[in-house]
Nanobody, 115 residues
Framework: QVQLVESGGGLVQPGGSLRLSCAAS????????MSWYRQAPGKRRELVAA???????NYADSVKGRFTISRDNAKKMVVLQMNNLKPEDTAVYYC?????????WGQGTQVTVSS
């Protein structure tokens, strides 16, 4: 069974940084589009950033210039570097792997930005 395990969430002050990691197993990682989504209380889950198998990236407008997504196919990991965090970035962050009709989710990691 495919597993996606996120780590790196926590509490950070506004302007701070966090690094989220997602480790994948039982998956041909290199061919999947890997993404980070987030869901704040009372809101819909939204795409934060995505990276294709060839390394092309896409970001939500709200995080452009602050967040960076990267992947290491050898380690089967995708990383979201989050800088200059804002209170509105507070949410549960989910790792997602997608290939055509196949889609998998991690369990989520909480990110809280507060002073």
């Amino acid at each position: 069974q495919v597993q996606l395990v996120e780590s790196g969430g926590g509490l950070v002050q506004p302007g701070g940084s966090l690094r989220l990691s997602c480790a994948a197993s039982r998956i041909t990682f290199s061919i999947y589009v890997m993404s980070w989504y987030r869901q704040a209380p009372g809101k819909r889950r939204e795409l934060v950033a995505a990276i294709t198998s060839d390394g092309s990236t896409n970001y939500a407008d709200s995080v452009k210039g602050r967040f960076t997504i990267s992947r290491d196919n050898a380690k089967k990991m995708v990383v979201l570097q989050m800088n200059n965090l804002k209170p509105e970035d507070t949410a549960v962050y989910y790792c997602n792997a997608r290939l055509n009709l196949f889609e998998y989710w991690g369990q989520g990691t909480q990110v809280t930005v507060s002073s």
